[in-house]
């Protein structure tokens, strides 16, 4: 799987439609301070399924709408899309999947894939069947190696769990015998 492209629309500091297209293999996002590179890292984040308002460097769930600026309205919803490119992992039957997040200045949500109206669950689950849920691994950010090294080796078996894709697993497991 590849991300071939994000799109932002009223995400934070980019208040005109943004396609940001990413190509195989590593890819950098540089420039000035204060220009939205991490920005973009929450972008990602907000579509992977983060829920968390710290994770997005926010006080407020709404706080992920542009604010608006000198000269310029605020926006009514923030919508960020992303496209990845289908490989093996995949089970849909498409080669391209997009899944969407949109949220409304009034707090509603909406979730799509491929168009349809999904739940954040599912989202939530097609990530993490690809092994890219929005847990510790996939995004390190800065300060979060020294915090792998220090961790406890029971912390780190659920790191390499997740990274191997078992955690769905055992969450599914859990659920069911819940029931
Ligand atoms: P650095 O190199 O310092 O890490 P950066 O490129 O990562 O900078 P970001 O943190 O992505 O920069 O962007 C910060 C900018 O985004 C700030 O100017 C901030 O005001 C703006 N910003 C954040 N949230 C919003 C919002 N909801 N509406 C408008 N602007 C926003
Ligand atoms: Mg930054």
Known sequence: MFIKSLKLKGFKSFADET???????INCIVGPNGCGKSNIVDALKWIVGDTSIKGMRASNIKDVIFKGSEG???????EVSITLI???????????????????????????INNRKVRLKDIQEFFAS???????YAFFEQGQIDRVLKMKPQERRLLIDEAAGITSFKEKKEETLQK
Do not use: H, P, Y
Not at 19 to 25: D, H, P, T, Y
Not at 130 to 136: E, P, S, T, W
């Open 130 to 136: 690809i092994g890219l849920g929005n847990r510790d």
């Open 72 to 78: 310029r309205r605020a926006a009514r919803s923030a």
């Open 19 to 25: 396609e940001i297209r990413f190509s195989k293999g």
């Open 86 to 112: 289908k490989d093996d992992l995949f089970t849909f039957s498409e080669s391209e999947v997009e899944l969407k997040r949109r949220i409304k200045s009034t707090g509603d949500s909406e979730f799509l």
